[in-house]
């Protein structure tokens, strides 16, 4: 059962409640060239991407999210970290939603009147706890700096390693949330998101289950700079589908270190395998083995590219013999079984036609766009 909670709307695009499971990402151009911005935003769209967030380091970046904001068409997040007036001006410019980073404005009067404004022009807020920026321990919500090497987060225990009732990361974390939450909510305040996000999955998975418990408020889930996109897919795969499948979750970025659309690409596959979200084309394909009489990784790889541009909710099975074919392909609405010079296509497990094996991929794809 998916955990109950109050939606936030970020632009047009309803997070938590009964929507979707939404898949978002994040540019990783410089905001202030809105040229190369846009252009990145627009390639992310055309993957699916449903919400874009934009770094905010400076005014000059800020002042250039209207322009941003004006080109594109899906909802517009401002990501904020150690100046409030920073997310004074991202408001001012008709920003969708904020992330504010609460172990880096901990000065709970500049909070406030990021919120005042907020709740003005009604723009949600997402209180993004990073273990990478906590505050220092013992100091949440106090002004001043520490060396990360001197504020005490290293040496707490993580997830599965503290000894009952002592103070561990993911204490300090769900603490640091709920600082932030505490004034908006004294503030009348409730539109709101929170993340809890750590490279180790063990500490991410408790943050969350933890404060799941306690609050109404959606989940924006992630794995922290995850790695790349081989092993941060695979460790976000792990972490986020262990969320979600306990039913945590409202709207998730996987954070890799390639092209962002490979984090759009990923985080609907990820969906899509727990069948939260059935958006696009699905794949279904044998690993190969001494059997296949066709080279199936290259067909299974060509078939995933060709499929990219099929907008259609359509599973499709590519196997290699006869062995598996028709029986996976019967949970898939189309499929093909390739042998030595020919194919078999099915739909529903049902075979409809043999091709030769030059004409295989167009019979294929005719079946894919007939349905």
Known sequence: MRRPTKPVYVGDVKVGGDAPITVQSMTKTDTRDVKA?????KGLEEVGCEIIRCAVPDMEAA???PEIKRRIKIPLVADIHFHYQLALEAIAGGVDCLRLNPGNIRDPERVKQVVRAAKERQIPIRIGVNFGSLPPVGRIGQRGTASRLQD???MLPKAGEAEEGSYSVVDHMVDTGLWEIGILEALDFDLIKISLKAFDVHTTVEAYRRLGRMVPYPFHLGITEAGTAKSGTVRSAVGLGVLLYGGIGDTIRVSLS????KEVEAGFEIVKSL???QKGTTLIACPSCGRADVDVIKLANTVDEMLKRIDKNVKVAVMGCEVNG????KDADVGIA???GRAVIFRKGKKTRVVDEADMLTALMEEVEAL
């Open 63 to 65: 002042k250039a999210l």
């Open 37 to 41: 911005t846009v252009e990145q935003i």
């Open 326 to 329: 028709p029986g996976e392909a």
């Open 275 to 277: 069948n939260l979200r």
């Open 258 to 261: 390639d092209d962002p659309r």
């Open 338 to 340: 390739a042998g030595a």
């Open 152 to 154: 005490g987060v290293n």
